[in-house]
Protein backbone atom coordinates (compact mmCIF):
# COMPACT_ATOMS: atom_id res chain seq x y z
CA UNK A 1 0.00 0.00 0.00
CA UNK A 2 1.33 3.33 -0.89
CA UNK A 3 2.32 5.46 1.61
CA UNK A 4 0.27 8.46 -0.74
CA UNK A 5 -2.63 7.29 -0.59
CA UNK A 6 -5.73 9.23 0.76
CA UNK A 7 -6.95 8.39 4.65
CA UNK A 8 -10.22 7.21 2.68
CA UNK A 9 -8.08 4.51 0.65
CA UNK A 10 -6.62 3.69 3.30
CA UNK A 11 -9.61 2.49 5.55
CA UNK A 12 -11.26 0.38 2.67
CA UNK A 13 -7.79 -1.03 2.11
CA UNK A 14 -8.25 -2.37 5.71
CA UNK A 15 -11.61 -3.91 5.24
CA UNK A 16 -10.92 -5.21 2.69
CA UNK A 17 -8.08 -7.13 3.63
CA UNK A 18 -10.76 -8.22 6.93
CA UNK A 19 -13.40 -8.95 4.65
CA UNK A 20 -10.87 -11.12 2.78
CA UNK A 21 -9.41 -12.79 4.98
CA UNK A 22 -12.34 -13.27 7.36
CA UNK A 23 -14.38 -15.00 4.30
CA UNK A 24 -11.21 -17.63 4.19
CA UNK A 25 -11.27 -18.07 7.65
CA UNK A 26 -15.21 -18.52 8.49
CA UNK A 27 -15.54 -21.56 5.63
CA UNK A 28 -12.06 -22.79 7.19
CA UNK A 29 -12.89 -22.64 10.74
CA UNK A 30 -17.02 -23.94 10.42
CA UNK A 31 -15.88 -26.82 7.94
CA UNK A 32 -13.33 -28.10 9.99
CA UNK A 33 -15.08 -27.17 13.12
CA UNK A 34 -17.88 -29.55 12.04
CA UNK A 35 -15.46 -32.47 10.39
CA UNK A 36 -13.21 -32.40 13.24
CA UNK A 37 -15.58 -32.66 15.84
CA UNK A 38 -14.67 -29.26 17.63
CA UNK A 39 -17.05 -26.77 19.37
CA UNK A 40 -14.39 -24.63 20.09
CA UNK A 41 -13.80 -24.00 16.46
CA UNK A 42 -17.28 -24.34 15.36
CA UNK A 43 -17.41 -21.41 17.85
CA UNK A 44 -14.86 -19.20 16.64
CA UNK A 45 -16.07 -20.24 13.07
CA UNK A 46 -19.14 -18.50 14.28
CA UNK A 47 -17.36 -15.33 15.19
CA UNK A 48 -15.93 -15.15 11.45
CA UNK A 49 -19.30 -15.57 9.55
CA UNK A 50 -20.51 -12.71 11.44
CA UNK A 51 -17.37 -11.03 11.11
CA UNK A 52 -17.67 -11.63 7.14
CA UNK A 53 -21.38 -9.96 7.81
CA UNK A 54 -20.35 -6.87 9.61
CA UNK A 55 -16.97 -5.85 7.25
CA UNK A 56 -19.43 -6.13 4.64
CA UNK A 57 -21.46 -3.02 6.36
CA UNK A 58 -18.70 -1.50 7.50
CA UNK A 59 -17.53 -1.01 3.95
CA UNK A 60 -21.34 0.13 2.33
CA UNK A 61 -20.32 3.04 5.83
CA UNK A 62 -16.78 3.88 5.17
CA UNK A 63 -17.71 4.64 1.38
CA UNK A 64 -21.19 6.98 2.56
CA UNK A 65 -18.48 8.45 4.66
CA UNK A 66 -16.47 9.64 1.71
CA UNK A 67 -19.04 11.85 0.54
CA UNK A 68 -19.03 15.33 0.57
CA UNK A 69 -20.51 17.92 2.36
CA UNK A 70 -23.83 19.34 1.21
CA UNK A 71 -26.52 21.41 2.20
CA UNK A 72 -28.18 19.51 4.57
CA UNK A 73 -24.94 17.90 6.08
CA UNK A 74 -22.16 21.15 6.24
CA UNK A 75 -19.52 19.21 7.61
CA UNK A 76 -19.49 16.30 5.28
CA UNK A 77 -21.26 12.72 6.07
CA UNK A 78 -18.16 11.50 8.34
CA UNK A 79 -20.77 10.37 11.26
CA UNK A 80 -21.32 7.62 8.98
CA UNK A 81 -17.82 6.20 10.28
CA UNK A 82 -18.98 5.93 14.11
CA UNK A 83 -22.89 4.70 12.84
CA UNK A 84 -20.10 1.99 11.54
CA UNK A 85 -18.46 0.81 14.57
CA UNK A 86 -21.88 1.02 16.47
CA UNK A 87 -22.88 -1.14 13.89
CA UNK A 88 -19.71 -3.25 14.94
CA UNK A 89 -20.26 -3.04 18.74
CA UNK A 90 -23.72 -4.88 18.12
CA UNK A 91 -22.87 -7.26 16.09
CA UNK A 92 -19.69 -8.52 18.15
CA UNK A 93 -22.45 -8.65 21.15
CA UNK A 94 -24.74 -10.71 19.38
CA UNK A 95 -22.08 -12.90 18.26
CA UNK A 96 -20.59 -13.38 21.81
CA UNK A 97 -24.60 -14.60 23.05
CA UNK A 98 -24.56 -17.06 20.60
CA UNK A 99 -21.09 -18.97 20.92
CA UNK A 100 -21.93 -18.76 25.14
CA UNK A 101 -25.19 -20.63 24.55
CA UNK A 102 -23.97 -22.80 22.03
CA UNK A 103 -21.38 -23.82 24.61
CA UNK A 104 -23.76 -23.96 27.42
CA UNK A 105 -25.56 -26.72 25.27
CA UNK A 106 -22.83 -28.39 24.55
CA UNK A 107 -21.26 -28.75 28.59
CA UNK A 108 -25.14 -29.52 29.77
CA UNK A 109 -25.05 -32.38 26.82
CA UNK A 110 -21.30 -33.86 27.90
CA UNK A 111 -22.81 -33.57 31.58
CA UNK A 112 -26.07 -35.88 31.47
CA UNK A 113 -24.41 -38.19 28.68
CA UNK A 114 -26.70 -36.57 26.01
CA UNK A 115 -24.32 -36.85 23.35
CA UNK A 116 -20.96 -38.83 22.74
CA UNK A 117 -17.42 -37.11 23.54
CA UNK A 118 -15.95 -37.35 20.00
CA UNK A 119 -12.11 -36.31 20.07
CA UNK A 120 -11.20 -32.99 18.17
CA UNK A 121 -9.32 -34.12 15.23
CA UNK A 122 -5.34 -32.55 14.83
CA UNK A 123 -6.67 -30.53 11.49
CA UNK A 124 -8.85 -28.65 13.72
CA UNK A 125 -5.88 -27.94 16.22
CA UNK A 126 -3.94 -26.93 13.37
CA UNK A 127 -6.22 -24.51 11.99
CA UNK A 128 -6.79 -22.79 15.47
CA UNK A 129 -3.14 -22.23 15.09
CA UNK A 130 -3.09 -21.04 11.90
CA UNK A 131 -6.11 -18.43 12.83
CA UNK A 132 -3.47 -16.96 15.44
CA UNK A 133 -1.05 -15.87 12.84
CA UNK A 134 -3.82 -14.56 10.49
CA UNK A 135 -5.23 -12.13 13.21
CA UNK A 136 -1.84 -11.54 14.80
CA UNK A 137 -0.77 -9.83 11.79
CA UNK A 138 -3.91 -7.90 10.21
CA UNK A 139 -4.52 -6.94 13.87
CA UNK A 140 -0.56 -5.00 13.33
CA UNK A 141 -1.95 -3.44 9.90
CA UNK A 142 -5.36 -2.64 10.90
CA UNK A 143 -4.06 -0.68 13.96
CA UNK A 144 -1.07 0.99 11.72
CA UNK A 145 -4.01 2.08 9.52
CA UNK A 146 -6.24 3.09 12.41
CA UNK A 147 -3.36 5.28 13.43
CA UNK A 148 -3.21 6.67 10.44
CA UNK A 149 -6.37 8.28 9.61
CA UNK A 150 -8.08 8.35 12.70
CA UNK A 151 -11.37 6.04 11.52
CA UNK A 152 -13.34 4.95 14.46
CA UNK A 153 -14.88 2.22 12.46
CA UNK A 154 -10.87 0.92 11.21
CA UNK A 155 -9.92 1.18 14.88
CA UNK A 156 -13.13 -1.15 16.10
CA UNK A 157 -12.00 -3.54 13.41
CA UNK A 158 -8.76 -3.40 15.08
CA UNK A 159 -10.20 -4.27 18.25
CA UNK A 160 -12.26 -7.13 16.88
CA UNK A 161 -9.00 -8.66 15.17
CA UNK A 162 -7.15 -8.56 18.73
CA UNK A 163 -10.38 -10.14 19.96
CA UNK A 164 -10.42 -12.69 17.53
CA UNK A 165 -6.25 -13.84 18.41
CA UNK A 166 -7.85 -14.56 22.24
CA UNK A 167 -10.59 -16.20 21.10
CA UNK A 168 -8.57 -18.47 18.18
CA UNK A 169 -5.98 -18.91 20.94
CA UNK A 170 -8.42 -20.02 23.38
CA UNK A 171 -9.87 -22.72 21.16
CA UNK A 172 -6.83 -24.48 20.16
CA UNK A 173 -6.09 -24.87 23.87
CA UNK A 174 -9.63 -26.22 24.24
CA UNK A 175 -8.65 -28.75 21.45
CA UNK A 176 -5.35 -29.52 22.68
CA UNK A 177 -7.24 -30.12 26.30
CA UNK A 178 -9.41 -31.99 24.82
CA UNK A 179 -7.57 -34.19 22.50
CA UNK A 180 -5.58 -34.74 25.68
CA UNK A 181 -9.02 -36.71 27.17
CA UNK A 182 -10.69 -34.10 29.06
CA UNK A 183 -13.69 -33.58 26.66
CA UNK A 184 -15.04 -30.54 28.77
CA UNK A 185 -11.89 -28.04 28.01
CA UNK A 186 -13.43 -27.52 24.15
CA UNK A 187 -16.89 -26.26 24.62
CA UNK A 188 -15.53 -24.35 28.02
CA UNK A 189 -13.03 -23.11 25.48
CA UNK A 190 -15.84 -22.12 23.41
CA UNK A 191 -17.62 -20.23 25.76
CA UNK A 192 -13.95 -18.37 27.12
CA UNK A 193 -14.73 -17.14 23.57
CA UNK A 194 -17.70 -15.60 23.82
CA UNK A 195 -16.96 -14.08 27.00
CA UNK A 196 -13.89 -12.42 25.37
CA UNK A 197 -15.53 -11.35 22.59
CA UNK A 198 -18.44 -9.83 24.75
CA UNK A 199 -15.86 -7.35 26.60
CA UNK A 200 -14.88 -6.39 23.15
CA UNK A 201 -18.06 -5.44 22.29
CA UNK A 202 -18.71 -3.08 25.11
CA UNK A 203 -15.96 -1.18 24.62
CA UNK A 204 -16.66 -1.03 21.14
CA UNK A 205 -20.17 0.02 21.71
CA UNK A 206 -19.18 2.53 24.12
CA UNK A 207 -16.15 4.43 22.29
CA UNK A 208 -18.79 4.86 19.24
CA UNK A 209 -21.93 5.95 21.11
CA UNK A 210 -19.84 8.73 22.89
CA UNK A 211 -18.57 9.94 20.03
CA UNK A 212 -22.29 10.08 18.04
CA UNK A 213 -23.25 11.67 21.53
CA UNK A 214 -20.27 14.60 21.55
CA UNK A 215 -18.68 13.20 24.77
CA UNK A 216 -15.49 15.67 23.71
CA UNK A 217 -13.93 17.76 24.69
CA UNK A 218 -11.42 14.84 26.03
CA UNK A 219 -9.09 16.38 28.88
CA UNK A 220 -6.24 16.41 26.63
CA UNK A 221 -8.03 18.47 23.85
CA UNK A 222 -9.47 20.85 26.48
CA UNK A 223 -5.91 21.03 28.41
CA UNK A 224 -4.20 21.35 24.45
CA UNK A 225 -6.34 24.29 23.27
CA UNK A 226 -6.50 26.22 26.76
CA UNK A 227 -2.30 26.33 26.22
CA UNK A 228 -3.12 27.47 22.62
CA UNK A 229 -5.27 30.62 23.72
CA UNK A 230 -2.73 31.18 26.79
CA UNK A 231 -0.02 31.77 24.01
CA UNK A 232 -1.85 34.10 22.14
CA UNK A 233 -1.16 38.23 23.42
CA UNK A 234 -4.43 39.66 23.97
CA UNK A 235 -6.44 36.65 24.73
CA UNK A 236 -7.52 37.10 28.50
CA UNK A 237 -9.85 34.47 29.27
CA UNK A 238 -11.04 31.19 27.26
CA UNK A 239 -14.36 31.24 28.46
CA UNK A 240 -16.57 28.83 26.95
CA UNK A 241 -15.44 25.63 24.52
CA UNK A 242 -18.03 23.44 22.61
CA UNK A 243 -16.64 20.28 20.34
CA UNK A 244 -17.99 18.47 17.33
CA UNK A 245 -16.51 15.71 16.41
CA UNK A 246 -17.40 14.05 12.48
CA UNK A 247 -15.52 10.79 12.21
CA UNK A 248 -12.01 11.21 12.75
CA UNK A 249 -12.45 15.11 12.36
CA UNK A 250 -13.17 17.70 14.69
CA UNK A 251 -15.00 21.88 14.80
CA UNK A 252 -14.47 23.59 17.53
CA UNK A 253 -16.60 26.25 19.02
CA UNK A 254 -14.66 28.72 21.47
CA UNK A 255 -15.51 32.22 23.21
CA UNK A 256 -12.41 34.09 24.51
CA UNK A 257 -12.26 37.25 26.49
CA UNK A 258 -10.22 40.41 24.86
CA UNK A 259 -9.92 43.95 26.13
CA UNK A 260 -12.70 46.25 25.62
CA UNK A 261 -10.70 49.17 24.29
CA UNK A 262 -9.45 47.35 21.27
CA UNK A 263 -11.25 47.60 17.90
CA UNK A 264 -13.18 45.06 15.82
CA UNK A 265 -10.04 44.98 13.57
CA UNK A 266 -7.77 43.73 16.59
CA UNK A 267 -10.10 41.73 18.38
CA UNK A 268 -10.24 39.69 14.83
CA UNK A 269 -7.16 39.70 14.66
CA UNK A 270 -6.23 37.86 18.16
CA UNK A 271 -9.10 35.33 17.30
CA UNK A 272 -7.26 34.65 13.39
CA UNK A 273 -4.19 34.38 15.48
CA UNK A 274 -5.64 31.69 17.79
CA UNK A 275 -7.63 29.77 15.12
CA UNK A 276 -4.01 29.02 13.28
CA UNK A 277 -2.71 28.25 15.89
CA UNK A 278 -5.48 25.48 16.41
CA UNK A 279 -5.00 24.26 13.01
CA UNK A 280 -1.43 23.97 13.22
CA UNK A 281 -1.29 21.89 16.59
CA UNK A 282 -4.66 19.43 15.59
CA UNK A 283 -3.94 17.40 12.53
CA UNK A 284 -7.40 16.28 12.27
CA UNK A 285 -9.30 19.90 12.92
CA UNK A 286 -11.83 20.95 10.53
CA UNK A 287 -13.17 23.82 11.41
CA UNK A 288 -12.81 26.48 14.10
CA UNK A 289 -15.08 29.63 15.14
CA UNK A 290 -14.29 32.13 17.92
CA UNK A 291 -16.51 34.66 19.21
CA UNK A 292 -14.60 36.95 21.29
CA UNK A 293 -16.00 39.85 23.53
CA UNK A 294 -14.86 42.96 25.66
CA UNK A 295 -13.60 42.22 29.57
CA UNK A 296 -11.85 43.84 31.87
CA UNK A 297 -7.97 42.97 32.11
CA UNK A 298 -8.12 43.62 35.73
CA UNK A 299 -10.84 41.58 36.80
CA UNK A 300 -9.55 38.67 34.59
CA UNK A 301 -8.06 35.14 35.04
CA UNK A 302 -5.59 34.06 32.46
CA UNK A 303 -6.31 32.27 29.44
CA UNK A 304 -4.99 28.74 30.08
CA UNK A 305 -6.73 28.89 34.58
Known amino acids: MSSVESPDKRSLHAVNLALAANTGLAALKTAVGILGHSPALLADGINS ?23 DHPY ?42 ARASLGAQIVALFTVAV ?23 AF ?17 LARSGSPFFDPLAGALVALVIFKTGLGILRESSGDLMDTVPTRELDELVRA ?6 GVLALEEMQAHRFGPYLVINLTIAVEGGLTVAEGDAIAAHLERDLHRDLDLLRRVHIHYHPLSAANTPPAGS
Open 160 to 176: DHRNDIFSAAAASIGIF
Open 76 to 117: GHRQFESIAALVVGAFVLTTAVAILWDAANEIYDLAVGATAF
Open 228 to 233: AAARIP
Open 49 to 71: TSDVAYNIIIKAFVRLAHKPADA
Open 135 to 157: KIWLTRKTRHIARQTGNLAIRAL
